[in-house]
């Protein structure tokens, strides 16, 4: 094993306990929770070490550090997640690669996205990103449309060709009544959860908690975990 793949294996094994234990303890099964490994900044032979010690699920910010990734690990049977804002010129190349689009927050991205999934030949599915910390009308500060907006975007993703609506999704936010309370912002975007999926049964899918709140997320029922830090190390600074 390289230096490495041993570092991943053990920072991988570290997780999966957080997440083992966080199930034991919320009295839910292992099998509930999916980890989504977030790969933004690290090189594509991370994501083949991560492929290799089992990782299915992977997910990127940032298009142009994803498309070139993606590409090089297009022989790998991996489910990749864009998690970042998404700006409709970067949409065809994200609709690519992207299996899951977890950032959709506004109507123009949900007709820029399903023309180009159609135009990709490809079914995208779609997470509604709710911002917990925006006014009504408005996004949030970290992206993502106010609780108000969840079902006229999920109607419109429902009925855009190419596209396939899975749920919802959120950051914690650092400000407004959440802010530090992220247990009780995931119980909330449980309960969106809830009045989505008596309209969209199939919408069952909830993305929330990262590296420092995976078990509040846990906690609260994600079905999702998306975890960078815990797993690759801390990041490298952009320049």
């Known amino acids: 094993m390289t230096d490495r793949k041993t570092e991943l294996a053990g920072t991988l094994a570290a997780v999966e306990e957080r997440i083992a234990s966080a199930c034991a303890a919320a009295g839910r099964k292992r099998e509930e929770v999916t980890l989504i490994v977030v790969t933004k900044t690290y090189p594509a032979s991370d994501v083949r070490l991560l492929h290799e010690l089992g990782v299915r699920h992977v997910a990127e910010n940032r298009d142009q550090d994803a498309a070139p990734k993606a590409a090089t690990c297009s022989d790998l049977d991996l489910s990749w997640h864009f998690v970042g804002q998404l700006q409709t010129n970067k949409v065809r190349s994200v609709a690519s ?21 159609v135009h990709a030949e490809r079914e995208i599915g779609c997470l509604i990103q709710v911002a917990l910390d925006a006014e009504s009308g408005e996004r949030g500060e ?82 999702h975990v998306r975890v960078g830090t815990a797993v690759l190390g801390v990041r490298p600074r952009l320049g």
């Open 97 to 117: 690669y992207a299996d899951v689009v977890q950032s959709v927050d506004r109507l123009r991205l949900v007709t820029s996205l399903s023309a180009a999934a």
């Open 142 to 223: 970290r992206g993502g449309v106010a609780p108000g907006g969840i079902e006229e975007l999920a109607a419109a993703v429902d009925g855009a060709p190419g596209l396939r609506l899975d749920g919802l999704m959120t950051v914690a936010p650092l400000t407004g009544p959440y802010a530090g309370r992220q247990q009780a912002a995931f119980e909330r975007l449980m309960e969106f959860s809830s009045s989505l999926r008596a309209g969209h049964p199939a919408a069952n899918m909830v993305s929330a908690g990262m590296s420092t709140d995976l078990e509040q997320a846990v906690a609260a029922g994600a079905t």
